[in-house]
């Protein structure tokens, strides 16, 4: 009992110790299995060889694992190019040397005794790696037909293979893309940000380092280069002593030794006599050259006109700087005789006299002391942000001086930009506006304002030989002085190209002033039988000085009494007026077989046209102002809108361009609709960015200066100009005086609509003249028992004019009182029965009738 209580007591004990004992030596061995295992399949598929492979494919089994045969390349032989094929051929290539190395992480983890907590994920990522990275290299194997097969395998190639043909070659692209980049990541498992930091900080130590290196190393050259030249030097100078003390020992040289007698053969062999060598001279070899001449300095002139464009300062080690003061612009004499057009040759017309207009009383002056401190300002703010500048070119304009930096080579553009904001604070300047960079130079323009700015007249645009040529030569049909640039030129455009302006601004930026100078410029370059003004003023104020042109540059719907379209209503029907006026030109140039105005004009003035009837006549080119278009817009928008969009889209051909000012430049206002068919475009001053942005696409309009300084965009070219004023005595007067002579009358347009501009009361007189929602209007306001006009525009979806004249047809057909000011109009009519009955008073008879 003893003995077998005390065996029972030491089979536990050492089944726990054989336990332990086996755990532990499982570990090492199968850790140390799969690190042989993992070295000979590494060694296998770093020795694979194609020759192998192709051996492995054709010869039978036999002959293969005959034990001499030494043929196989693998350093496994025959296993290892086995194992080989399977892997690399087989399945992935050599990407799957990346479960391999997980394969040896887990032996040595195992071999090691410790936890294999990350391998499980490492040896996922690793088998999705290798499949992904397989497939990226079979993409590029088959699109780029390059031998890849050893390193995406059988199932690379195929997978690959699938994907190109289920999303295309870029998208297969991108998606293994992704998939390895994903797979990187999640190895990785560190924040992106930080290990970009990291190396960049790696980066910039190296490149540190290899700088000082590379300084020491200068240097060390340098101190080199200094004692290998002390030691040249202390040796010339040792050997000038040298022969300066042989020369002084003999100063005469000793001759030639001659050579001794041949001694006897008996005689004893005399001793050997060195023969001595002659001394150099001490006196240097050129010293009977005579000098050379110095050679004479000529003065220079510094009134020379040759250096005008040469640097005016450079000072110390700073950039080179250049100072461009304005252009000066040839003048012409505009009064000269100018040509006529065969239609107004009955009527003598003279042009107004430049003398009408004013002069310029201001004479600009470069400030070179303004111009040096902001220079200096520019450089300092900059240099504070390690920003190097090579050059600087001043360019002095009427409004703005244009600093344009050359930056250093390795200077990006965005740093220069980013600093808009501070260069403004520090120069204390109202409005810097960048040009990053300059179209059509390699520098970068900051436009700051000047403290003095130059006021520029209208008679200095036209008073020079560039309007002169422009108006007379017929390059341009209707030549639009702008303004003048940065440099001091004239800028004047044709608007038959533009070919319709769109014009706006904030108040007293200088719009309406930019929009008069503009009629006044046409005015002293067209005849008034070859242009008509048809000008629509909501505003009432701006446009009435031309309401004495009537007889000679006025287009008008021959149902219109004033020139000049005030009133909200009819400005709708007279851009339909100018709608059907452009489709009748079309028929006129169809039928005569041309495809321009210009054109047609011509051949009809060479008689061309006269087999085709008395229809054709000289059509003159009109221009459509809208002095304030968001005024139209806020109260008939659909009626204002579709006309001047098929305007702006079909008119430019048969002459009728149109030219929109507002001074509220928002969506709402300029539609994109509006917006896409005006591609020439005046910015003034904004009030915000976005406004900016409405406009022209970007920003800077926030950042003039206000008085006519402006942004003119032509498609995607974007100028900078001081607009040019004209002041209202200066219109009156130049009215004046084109209203004294004869005129032939003014341009009649076809007659508005006669819904819209009908008589009151003749809406209501007859059915046949209502309006086709007359009825549904009726039973909202009888419904609502409100005559409103909002209420219409609500609920029947029209504009104001529409609604206005619904109201008005129901004024006349007694359904609404008459207008009483700010209140609504009263209903009349109780209910809809009564409103039924009112409509059709037969109604009620009939029913009796039928009753009976």
Request: aromatic letters at 6%.
């Amino acid at each position: 009992m003893s003995s077998t209580r005390s065996r029972s007591k030491k089979r536990p004990a050492k089944k726990k110790a054989a336990s332990g004992f086996s755990t532990q030596r499982k570990r090492e061995i199968l850790g140390i299995l799969l690190i042989a295992l993992a070295v000979l399949a590494g060694l296998a598929v770093l020795t694979f060889s194609a020759a192998d492979d192709g051996r492995l494919a054709n010869e039978n089994w036999d002959s293969l694992m005959d034990p001499g045969d030494n043929r196989f390349d693998n350093l496994l032989g025959f296993v290892g190019a086995t194992l080989a094929r399977a892997l690399v051929s087989g399945l992935v290539g050599y990407p799957v040397l990346l479960p391999i190395a997980a394969l040896l992480a887990w032996g040595w983890v195992l071999l090691r005794q410790k936890t294999p907590i990350f391998l499980p994920t490492l040896t996922g990522l690793s088998l999705a790696g290798a499949l992904f990275v397989a497939c990226f290299f079979g993409w590029f194997d088959a699109q780029m037909d390059a031998d890849l097969a050893a390193w995406s395998g059988d199932l690379g190639i195929g997978i690959a293979g699938w994907l190109t043909s289920v999303l295309k070659p870029v998208g297969s692209f991108i998606v293994l893309l992704v998939s390895v980049l994903v797979t990187l990541l999640l190895v990785w498992d560190r924040d992106i940000q930080t290990s970009l930091d990291r190396a960049e900080g790696a980066v910039t130590s190296l490149r540190s380092g290899l700088a000082e290196s590379w300084a020491t190393y200068r240097a060390g050259a340098a101190e080199r280069k200094q004692l290998r030249a002390s030691a040249r030097e202390e040796a010339r100078a040792e050997r000038e002593a040298r022969r300066a003390d042989a020369a002084s020992a003999k100063p005469a040289p000793k001759p030639k030794p001659k050579p001794a007698p041949r001694p006897a053969p008996a005689a004893s062999v005399p001793t050997r006599t060195e023969p001595e060598r002659p001394s150099i001279p001490a006196a240097a070899p050129f010293a009977d050259v005579p000098p050379k001449p110095a050679p004479t300095l000529t003065p220079i002139d510094a009134d020379d006109p040759l250096l005008d464009d040469l640097i005016l300062d450079e000072r110390g080690d700073g950039p080179a700087f250049h100072v461009t003061g304005p252009v000066e612009e040839a003048t012409a004499d505009l009064d000269a005789a100018r040509g006529t057009t065969a239609d107004a040759a009955s009527l003598p017309y003279v042009f107004p006299s430049i003398e009408l207009l004013e002069e310029s009383d201001s004479d600009q002056e470069v400030d070179f002391d303004e111009i040096e401190d902001n220079k200096q300002v520019l450089l300092d703010k900059l240099e504070t942000y390690n920003i190097q500048i090579d050059a600087i070119e001043a360019v002095v304009g009427p409004t703005v001086t244009r600093y344009e930096l050359t930056p250093a080579p390795g200077v990006k553009i965005s740093r220069i930009t980013a600093l808009e904001d501070d260069l403004a604070m520090a120069l204390a300047a109202p409005g810097i506006r960048i040009i990053a960079p300059i179209p059509g130079k390699s520098s970068i323009g900051v436009e700051i304002p000047n403290r003095t700015r130059e006021m520029v007249r209208l008679r200095q645009l036209l008073a020079t030989a560039k309007f002169r040529d422009a108006a007379r030569s017929g390059k341009m049909a209707l030549p639009v002085p702008i303004g003048k640039t940065i440099e001091g030129e004239v800028f004047i455009e044709d608007l038959a190209k533009m070919p319709h302006l769109l014009v706006a601004g904030a108040t007293g930026s200088g719009k309406s002033v930019g929009v008069n100078a503009l009629i006044v410029g046409l005015l002293y370059a067209k005849h008034p039988a070859d242009l008509k003004f048809v000008m629509v003023d909501p505003k009432k104020i701006e446009l009435n000085g031309y309401a004495e042109l009537l007889n000679h540059f006025s287009a008008m719907p021959e149902d219109s009494d004033d020139p000049i379209i005030t009133d909200f209503m009819e400005a709708a029907a007279v851009l339909r007026s100018c709608e059907r006026e452009m489709e009748i030109r079309y028929d006129l140039l169809a039928e005569a077989g041309v495809r321009g105005i210009g054109e047609y004009n011509k051949k009809l003035a060479a008689g061309k046209l006269e087999a085709l009837g008395d229809k054709h006549r000289h059509l003159p080119y009109i221009v459509v102002i809208v002095d304030e278009l968001a005024d139209l817009m806020m109260t008939s928008a659909k009626e204002v809108e579709a006309p001047i969009a098929r305007l702006a889209q079909m008119a430019r051909a048969i002459g009728i361009h149109l030219v929109l000012a507002t001074q509220r430049p928002s969506v709402d206002v300029i539609t994109g609709l509006i917006k896409a068919n005006f591609p020439s475009r005046m910015a003034y001053q904004t009030s915000s960015k976005i406004d900016s942005r409405t406009i022209i696409d970007g920003g800077g309009a926030q950042q003039l200066v206000g008085n006519g300084d402006l942004l003119h965009m032509n498609g995607s070219r974007l100028t900078r100009l001081q607009g040019p004023f004209v002041g209202v005595d200066e219109v009156d007067a130049i009215a004046g005086f084109i209203a004294s002579q004869e005129g032939a009358g003014p341009y009649l347009l076809p007659p508005m609509d006669a819904t819209g501009d009908a008589p009151k009361g003749s809406a209501g007189d007859s059915s046949e003249d209502r309006d086709d929602l007359f009825e549904d209007a009726a039973k909202v306001i009888v419904r609502s028992q409100q005559g409103s006009v909002s209420l219409l525009q609500r609920k029947l979806s029209v504009g104001y004019t529409r609604a206005a004249r619904l109201v008005d047809q129901l004024e006349d057909a007694g359904i609404v009182g008459p207008f009483e000011g700010s209140k609504a109009r009263d209903v009349l009519i109780p209910d809809e029965f009564a409103l039924e009955t009112h409509l059709n008073p037969a109604a009620p008879g009939e029913s009796a009738d039928v009753d009976a």
